[in-house]
């Protein structure tokens, strides 16, 4: 079972960054591919990024192609979602998780997740 604790998010103005940051526990954080998921208000979780175990690959949803960066320090066990030209519609509690490459479906249990708002 693997731990996950999310932060980094904020209150931050349209057009303005946040660095979420996604540490996880388990000597074998190298060998997961990882991935960052968002809840909007009334409105199931969606997929946002994931990037491959190694770190060379990376996939996004169209909605933030452009804007967000996933990156990850297999040294520090750690996965990070740079977010720039944030939009109100970016508002969401961001959760990370370990996911199938395949279907970019989440594998283990979400932690509590870290809060974004974005004000217009």
């Known amino acids: 079972q693997v731990r996950l604790v999310e932060s980094g998010g904020g209150l931050v103005q349209a057009g303005g960054s946040l660095r979420l940051s996604c540490a996880a526990s388990g000597r074998t954080f190298s060998m997961w591919h990882m991935g960052w998921y968002r809840q909007a208000p009334g409105k199931e979780r969606e997929f946002v990024a994931a990037?491959?175990?190694?770190?060379?690959?990376?996939k996004k949803a169209d909605s933030v192609k452009g804007r967000f960066t996933i990156s990850r320090d297999n040294t520090k066990n750690t996965v990070y979602l740079q977010m720039n030209s944030l939009k109100p519609e970016d508002t969401a509690i961001y959760y990370c998780n370990s996911v199938d490459w395949g279907t970019a479906r989440p594998r283990d249990s979400w932690g509590q997740g870290t809060q974004v708002a974005v004000s217009s």
């Open positions: 990037i491959f175990s190694s770190g060379a690959i990376t």
